[in-house]
């Protein structure tokens, strides 16, 4: 049970994954910059940048909240709730500075709830957020009413696209926020305790740690963030609809489990997550470039992912292709 | 009130009365055959994902995701043969067979290669889907032969054919199974305890496996009906039903866990839903309101499974 | 044995689980630098004392007495704090943080940078380095996760983690409990390091072996009583085995007491 | 326990009755002849342009009006609300066809209770639906779109489509025919094949912005679902392309007057969405009234006379409005 190699060669494994996926984004590159004159455009890489800063922050939370084992389905929603309240806050002509922290608020808010539910209602995280899931686009539809937030004011916007000392504001952003994260993963107890909890909620437990505390403030934090992707939402796009963030769930968690964090929790991988979301829109973005039909772009996301961890359980020897044995959690 | 299953069947049959009674008290209308016999029409599709999603939780293997996609896939998949030149009396057979083969690579991907079975069905769940929409450019695909709708669109005996010749024999025979068979009681050991169920000889892998597969053939049922119904290959007809179908399971008193529950919860749960939304529709309330009141009742029931063993606990 | 005062002193503990007595009038003392061990059969009550000692449980009756305070513990941090440490038969260990991050977890060290805890990793690595030495623990690197650890490495963790919150008692749950011979000796070795080192250890095992081995004094529940005192030169494996099942003569004359 | 699971009761029945509470709204007088309108989805402010000018024709012609739609564009969903409408036996039912198959299998059923189903919107030819009340014609639409585009981009040059769900047949229909149109009436220009952004307005500007990419000859880009406009203008302001890209689309004067404005987008070609939804109303109580149609219908609170086709069966609400800087502002919806 203890100290089996099969253990140790999963370890190495997951380190292994961002030299992987660092080697996959660079293959893209190369392959879509020979196929394609644009690809490599100073403009183009911009876009791909643009297309990743919601996912690359809302990943940044679904990092932490499948390290503590859990998983949330309802992230994408959250960020919709955030940039209705952005948005909101833009048309009632706010100070920039409270517009800019309504986003973070209103996703801590809601962070706060989903965290309560499973933690203290003591519900499987799967569960609660289907149910959430349902409540925050019924909340979504309620609250927009039918009409868009379109054509909003372009204060906000001007903020997104600052470029100080020639880097865009949302790089400098992310940066810092991935830096933060893995500031606090690596060098604070509550990283430690965060990676203890995934691991083994009972032992961690008796090892003294507040795991609900830690399971709570991991759901907060992903809040939290999905609020900060909603203020680079609204000024990206200066359009809240109906829609917004839907789709965003699935794609977070399949970046973030692209990336390497396991979600078993115990495992967690920011420069995983970073490289996971930035090689799914490469991708998306590399084939619209040469030509392939936007259709085949989650055909595309479903066979990367699970080819890699296909690979990837070759690679350890998960894999006993002399018998059917075990199934999974 | 031992068994936590009849628990959940009690608090369904109670949310049930209650949802009528709110209905009948504002719209006595409702109170009408063709209303019940809709119910009946639109749930068929999500038992039968349900069915074979909530075998596969029980067992422990943990959920489906891709069912929405197998079931696009399948009816488009079917339909391309078709117009490819496959005899249209074929279309059952292959509807049944493509499903079964689509849920067989899930279970491949979470028994052989070890996946686990949240992101192998999340994989196949983006290519299913993916690929449905991808090999039409979403249009329909056209070509149901004129002797299939009566079946799905009919009824016989009042009730739908479609679910009293699927829907009914399939929850039947899963209830039987469960209970009486040395294979149910097997399937909900594993759910409960897979490493005990190991050492007594179970063999985990080889029925996931079949279960998984099970849950395609009921997809491509799925997937049947919906080609007898629209008369067409529709490339998003699954759309959603992952999550409906999930909320079904779970709200019909399925352990996430595995182990604990049983099929009758799920087709109460199903057409909970179902009614539901029809009675919401009926009284001309935005069906936006369906997706947080079945999100509200899932998350209560839970809760309501927690407070008194809770409440027992600090006793 | 003829050291001052005792660092547990229990007198007349019992506790009742509804109307089931799980432990009745159990009298002991611990002491500092020796290795007590419990014994008897499943059931007799070894367990619910330790609890009750580990703060797990609350005694419904009796005195407890740490360091020659009465106390009555409301959790295991509770008697953490008076330094009583519980090393579970799962051990507690995180499989995928280092060795450093399991001795310290739940009790890192941290320095405030801007009002957050940071923490101090060379000197929690210095410090496990010692810890490990101390105990002659065979473990090369501190900062490799413990999946890759033996049974045997993963007890020295765990008895580092005891050590690092200066218990002076330390409770192990069936420590040799599934491990390989040269592993239990190993930890053997590891409980009489533990003891020389002026802790007090209370050791559950069902193994009489090991119990001869390194135990100074062995103390018999059963049916929630304690029956039996001995010391390792007044007794053999055999007077344990019989105390155990309860075969032992004096036990007759007790029971029919009763 | 007995205790717990009454409050649990009172609970969910609280909780119930509280999501139920806006259907006090739903109660009507019975005694008014009912016409429904199902769009495509809720929620995005085209339908509810339609809703509102329905609204108002039903004051007008003294019927009761329902207007519910799914919440996805999704056709099982749809389905499901008309067959519930015919349930409820209301007299005349307007759907706008997410799908054209989509409807075949509540029109008998219909038919047997004596209700008139018919289209707006979006139409299934070949449904046996009763009347189709259109906005325009598809040709009409799309010929429209093609040449106010070309006449600013020049008869030589690429554009892009950014279409939303690839399952919506009128989304469809007109991409088939502004391809037609290009081929019959312009060779230089080329259009791209459509990407589809499912609805969403990120996804929408992503598309466009690889297709500008991809595409630096790229002179137009057409947003063919309201729901992609803003991204696609978006994209252009973006990519700082304002002028060498002209953005254009079926969009609302709302979401897209700050893109009109700023030049990203050089036109919007829509029709009054209201008008439409009036129209329905009105075609709903003639098909009640078993008033038939007349070559040429004047309609009361409509300033144009109203054509319609009885070969095809489409009842015509004008020639489409083109949306250009000049009169952007003169539209609220």
């Known amino acids: 049970m203890a100290a089996s190699p099969a253990s140790l060669r999963l370890v190495r494994a997951a380190g292994g994954r961002e030299l992987t996926l660092l080697a996959g984004c660079l293959l893209t590159v190369l392959v879509f910059s020979l196929a394609s004159p644009y690809f490599l455009l100073a403009a183009n890489l911009a876009t791909i940048m643009r297309n990743s800063v919601e996912l690359l922050i809302i990943g940044l939370g679904m990092t932490f909240v499948l390290a503590i084992g859990g998983i949330d389905v309802s992230v994408g929603l959250v960020m919709g709730l955030g940039a209705i309240g952005v948005g909101q806050a833009l048309l009632a002509g706010l100070p920039l500075w409270l517009v800019v922290l309504i986003g973070p608020l209103c996703g801590t808010l809601i962070g706060a709830i989903t965290g309560s539910v499973i933690v203290f209602g003591r519900i499987p995280a799967i569960v609660a957020t289907i149910g959430l899931l349902g409540i925050y686009r019924t909340a979504i539809y309620a609250l927009l009413g039918g009409s868009w937030l379109s054509g909003l004011p372009t204060g906000l916007t001007t903020l997104v696209r600052m470029t100080p000392a020639g880097v865009p504001l949302p790089v400098i952003v992310i940066l810092l926020l991935y830096l933060l994260a893995y500031l606090l993963l690596r060098w604070t107890p509550f990283g430690l305790h965060i990676l203890a909890v995934g691991q083994d909620e009972a032992r961690a437990r008796l090892a003294g740690v507040a795991v609900r505390r830690v399971r709570f403030l991991a759901y907060l934090a992903s809040g939290c963030l999905c609020g900060i992707a909603a203020v680079s939402y609204v000024g990206t796009y200066r359009n809240v609809e109906m829609t917004t963030g839907a789709s965003m769930s699935l794609d977070a968690i399949a970046a973030v489990v692209l990336g390497g964090t396991s979600i078993l929790g115990g495992r967690a991988s920011l420069l995983g997550t970073l490289l996971g979301v930035v090689l799914l829109r490469m991708l998306v973005n590399g084939f619209t470039l040469i030509g392939v039909p936007s259709l085949w772009q989650s055909v595309v996301t479903g066979v990367l992912l699970l080819a890699a961890l296909i690979a990837e359980n070759l690679v350890s020897g998960q894999i006993p292709w002399h018998r059917l044995r075990r199934g999974a959690a | ?315 | 044995m003829d050291k001052a005062d005792p660092f547990i002193r229990a007198r007349g503990i019992g506790k009742h689980f509804g109307g089931v007595t799980a432990l009745a009038d159990v009298d002991m003392d611990i002491r500092e630098g020796e290795v007590l061990a419990l014994l008897g059969d499943n059931g007799a009550g070894k367990s619910t004392f330790v609890k009750v000692l580990a703060g797990a449980h609350q005694q419904n009756e009796g005195v407890l007495e740490v360091a020659g305070r009465s106390v009555v513990f409301a959790s295991p941090q509770d008697a953490a704090g008076s330094g009583i440490a519980t090393i579970f038969q799962e051990l507690a260990l995180s499989d995928n943080l280092t060795v450093t991050e399991n001795i310290f977890l739940g009790r890192e060290l941290t320095t405030k940078v801007a009002g957050f805890p940071i923490l101090r990793r060379a000197e929690m690595r210095r410090r496990a380095i010692a810890l490990l030495q101390e105990l002659e623990a065979h473990i090369p690197d501190p900062d490799r996760p413990v999946a890759g650890l033996s049974g045997g490495q993963r007890q020295a963790v765990a008895i580092c983690r005891a050590l690092n919150i200066n218990a002076r008692l330390v409770i192990m749950d069936e420590p040799t409990a599934a491990l390989a011979v040269a592993e239990t000796r190993k930890v053997l070795t590891l409980v009489r390091r533990l003891a020389e080192r002026g802790c007090a250890v209370v050791l559950i095992s069902h193994n009489i072996a090991d119990v001869m081995a390194v135990a100074d004094r062995m103390i018999v529940f059963r049916r929630g009583r304690k029956i039996a005192e001995t010391t390792r030169p007044d007794t053999h494996a055999e007077e344990l085995v019989s105390f155990i099942t309860g075969a032992h003569p004096s036990l007759r004359v007790l029971e029919q007491a009763h | 326990m007995r205790k717990l699971r009454t409050a649990w009761l009172k609970s969910a029945a609280f909780g119930a009755a509280l999501a139920l509470s806006p259907l006090a709204a739903g109660a009507q007088a019975a005694d008014l002849p009912s016409v429904a309108f199902v769009p495509q989805l809720t929620g995005i402010p085209y339908f509810n342009a339609m809703q509102a000018g329905g609204e108002k024709a039903a004051k007008e012609f003294g019927v009761h009006f329902i207007y519910t739609g799914p919440v996805d564009a999704n056709p099982v969903d749809q389905l499901q609300i008309v067959q519930n409408l015919v349930n409820q036996g209301v007299q005349a039912i307007s759907v706008s066809i997410l799908d054209a198959s989509s409807l075949a299998p509540v029109v008998a059923q219909a038919k047997a209770k004596g209700l008139k189903l018919f289209t707006s919107d979006s139409d299934a030819p070949k449904s046996g639906r009763a009347v189709y009340v259109a906005q325009a014609t598809d040709e009409g639409l799309a010929d429209t779109l093609i040449d106010e585009l070309v006449k600013r981009t020049g008869s030589k040059a690429s554009i892009g489509i950014v279409s939303g769900d690839s399952t919506s047949s009128n989304l469809n229909t007109w991409i088939s025919l502004m391809q037609a149109r290009v081929k019959a009436k312009y060779p230089g220009i080329r259009l791209l094949a459509p990407q589809f952004a499912g609805g969403s307005a990120d996804r929408a500007d992503q598309l466009a912005s690889d297709l500008m990419t991809a595409h630096p000859d790229l002179k137009g880009l057409i947003a063919v679902a309201s729901s992609t406009c803003p991204g696609v203008g978006q994209a252009i302001e973006t990519a700082g392309k304002i002028g060498a890209v002209i953005g254009t689309g079926y969009c609302s004067p709302n979401t897209v007057r700050s893109y009109i404005k700023s030049g990203s987008f050089g036109f919007s070609v829509l029709w009054d969405p209201a008008a439409l939804g009036y129209l329905t109303v009105w075609a709903g109580k003639q098909l009640i009234d078993n008033k038939p149609f007349a070559a040429s219908n004047s309609v009361p609170g409509m300033a144009q006379p109203i054509i319609y086709d009885a070969g095809t069966g489409i009842l015509l609400l004008g020639a489409p409005t083109v949306f250009t800087k000049d009169n952007v502002d003169k539209f609220n919806f």
């Not at chain 2, 079917?78 to 490819?84: E, R, W, Y």
């Not at chain 2, 067979?97 to 192998?120: E, H, M, Q």
């Open chain 2, 1 to 315: 009130m031992k068994n936590p299953h009849h628990r959940s069947l009690l608090l369904l049959a109670t949310l049930w009365l209650v949802m009528l009674l709110i209905f009948v008290l504002i719209r006595p209308a409702i109170l009408q055959l063709s209303m019940a016999e809709s119910v009946l029409h639109f749930s068929s599709m999500l038992a039968l994902v349900g069915l074979g999603q909530a075998l596969l939780i029980l067992s422990g293997a943990g959920m489906d995701i891709s069912v929405g996609g197998m079931v696009s896939l399948t009816a488009i998949l079917t339909m391309m043969a078709v117009q490819a030149g496959v005899p249209a009396a074929l279309i059952p057979l292959l509807a049944l067979v493509i499903g079964l083969c689509l849920g067989l690579v899930n279970g491949v991907l979470v028994i052989s290669c070890r996946l686990l079975s949240l992101i192998a069905t999340l994989g196949t769940m983006f290519a299913y889907g993916g690929l449905a929409l991808a090999l039409t450019g979403g249009a329909t695909v056209s070509g149901v032969p004129g002797w299939l709708l009566p079946w799905g669109r009919g009824t016989l005996l009042g009730i739908p054919a479609h679910f009293l010749t699927t829907v009914m024999p399939a929850y039947l025979i899963a209830a039987a199974v469960l209970a009486l068979t040395p294979l149910g009681r097997w399937i909900l050991a594993m759910g409960n305890n897979e490493r005990s169920a190991r050492l007594v000889g179970i063999p985990v892998g080889r029925i996931r496996f079949i279960l998984y597969g099970v849950s395609g053939l009921l997809s491509g049922l799925a997937a049947l009906i919906s080609l007898a119904w629209f008369g067409s290959g529709r490339p998003d007809i699954g759309t959603n039903m992952e999550l409906e179908s999930l909320a079904a399971v779970l709200l019909g008193g399925v352990a996430i866990a595995g182990g604990r529950g049983g099929v009758g919860g799920v087709l109460a749960a199903v057409l909970l839903v179902v009614g539901l939304q029809a009675g919401l529709q009926y009284l001309n309330i935005s069906s936006s309101w369906q997706l947080g009141v079945v999100g509200l009742l899932l998350i209560l029931a839970l809760l309501s499974d927690r407070l008194p063993w809770r409440f027992a606990k600090r006793v």
